[in-house]
């Protein structure tokens, strides 16, 4: 189940995250790390965020992206990439697509919340809207991909967009090492693990001592389970959840051949936890954090992780959050 | 007017501002310059945001409060320092006083908002509320000040206080120049005129070509009503503004020699610009901006200033945003 089949694309290495960096130099934001004096007095230890929902489109999608579409060839540009996704993905492609200066088709659920709908196709991508609970994804994905003759950009599951996302855990390790401060942890949220897997690949090698937590949203849970079992489970992906950007039934294959031998375990929370970190994150560090994004931060600050004493950095990975969804969360925040 | 009187203190320099910025390295956050594709589309122009929002205590105010405090003497240091502030500089001035290991006394209007008396007390000031509308908060400051024989840190006439503020725009130059990018005008919202004033003096120096302008919500226009006179204008500082950072009557006396002779004009906003304002910074920059330091973007979405083929840098200058009138101003949002 974990060995890669032959013919398939390598794993990424840390080498491709340093090359996804340079690469993504001057196009995507090295978003800084952010700290709150009075949440770390509250907590007894120091806790960064390192604030995805800043970097271009609203995720640190587009780095992955980027990453791999500028290194199409001429002819792939010109019958360019199509993907599926339930909207950050999707952003991702659409504005590196048209950087590169090339069509994209996005194959998005028609219940994913309409801003990410809707920004989608300001960035130009042409949408194919699907049934989450009816039709095949990847079925229509494939489908088109044949009809159109292009280049299907995984969410997850490929060396190059892994590598791009990796640029995250790189520019983490590189700041931490700026401001003298050494993490115990690093806490990543996980849909299809692509975004840990990269970055647990440039964290345990420049900070070989930091211990690297994947965290979901109850219900899809398949990572932590996928770690404890030691091979790829896949959970029931038909629980409706506000954590639309982390449904994704299994780890991928690519993904979890790395998170299995880089994490250090995986939290899960409940969803009135994750509204309650979006509310400390409006609060104390100003950011709009999606519920998906907001994962890690809900795990040190529901107490699944006592960060007292210990230094902490949590990737707050997406802020395309529905403006009423958000609102409600914020209501009680003080 | 405007001359200043013998022996007060200096009107600061480029050079004060330099050695501020060398003074806060480490210790405020170099902000990151935002940037959203969909929203340049819309204006037809390229739009920078220097989001002040996620430096420490939410506001821009740590830089001068830091810069100023930072050179007590250490007997100074033992007597400690007092403010007035409806909740920015109480935040900048209390967190500065306690990593420069001073105590620090902060005089607020009973009806600012409750999050920014309860992050001010959080950072150990000690505070003394008063009635805006019937009390002299001078007077107040004036009385504890000789009491406990402590330094005033003033919220904006004070040199070091302008040249810590003018980091921002230090920084703004230094930014725009990594991304190539000349801008036509950067506007700043303006209460006592201590960050835009600060600010000017590196961008007139960095970017001469470059226009700086003054945002003000109504009711609080003494700024631009005063660059018109040609001296300081007082206007009726009772009348109620959701803006509550900037509601200063009259520009400062050390600000104002600067800005009459640094800035390009100015800018009055509605308070429906300004929520409208919010809104857009929530939906394209993810980030929580408190309606004084929405001023500046509404300048620009109300269509006051016209982007199209233009370049420019608002400041978001804070984001202590009640979180009751942040989700009303976002509910329309998309």
């Known amino acids: 189940m974990n060995a890669l089949a032959p013919g398939q694309t390598a794993l990424p290495s840390f080498d491709d995250v340093l090359d996804a960096a340079k690469r993504l130099a001057g196009r995507a934001l090295v978003t800084p790390l952010l700290n709150a004096p009075l949440l770390d007095a509250e907590l007894g230890g120091r806790l960064f965020v390192k604030p995805e929902p800043l970097q271009k489109t609203g995720s640190f999608k587009f780095r992955g992206a980027y990453n791999r579409i500028s290194r199409l060839s001429p002819e792939e540009k010109r019958a360019g990439v199509i993907a599926y996704s339930s909207g950050n993905h999707a952003q991702g492609v659409a504005a590196a697509a048209r950087e590169v200066g090339c069509p994209a088709t996005v194959v998005?659920?028609?219940?994913?919340?309409?801003?990410?709908?809707?920004?989608t196709r300001a960035f130009g991508a042409e949408i194919v809207l699907y049934d989450r609970y009816k039709d095949s994804r990847e079925k229509i994905t494939e489908e088109l991909r044949r009809e159109k003759q292009c280049v299907l950009v995984k969410p997850f599951d490929d060396?190059?967009?892994?590598a791009g996302q990796g640029t995250v855990g790189n520019e983490i390790a590189d700041q931490c090492a700026a401001l003298g401060a050494a993490p115990d942890a690093v806490f990543v949220p996980v849909g299809g693990g692509g975004l840990i897997a990269g970055s647990a690949l440039a964290l345990r090698h420049k900070l070989p001592k930091t211990d690297v937590f994947a965290c979901e949203p109850e219900h899809y849970d398949d990572t932590a389970r996928s770690l404890v079992a030691g091979e790829r489970v896949t959970v029931d992906a038909t629980t409706p959840s506000i954590c639309d950007a982390l449904m994704s039934p299994a780890?991928?294959?690519?993904?979890?051949?790395?998170?299995?031998?880089?994490?250090?375990?995986?939290?899960?929370?409940?969803?009135?936890?994750?509204?309650?970190?979006m509310a400390a994150a409006f609060v104390h560090f100003k950011l709009v954090v999606e519920p998906g994004g907001a994962v890690g931060l809900a795990a040190i600050l529901s107490g699944r992780y006592a960060l007292r004493g210990k230094t902490a950095v949590v990737v707050c990975s997406g802020g395309n959050a529905d403006p009423a969804l958000f609102a409600d969360a914020i209501r009680d925040a003080a």
Chains 1, 2 share one sequence.
């Open 108 to 119: 998005m659920p028609k219940d994913a919340p309409p801003l990410k709908i809707a920004r």
């Open 159 to 162: 060396r190059y967009v892994i």
């Open 251 to 277: 780890p991928g294959e690519l993904t979890f051949a790395l998170n299995r031998r880089l994490l250090a375990g995986a939290f899960v929370v409940t969803e009135a936890d994750v509204r309650r970190a």
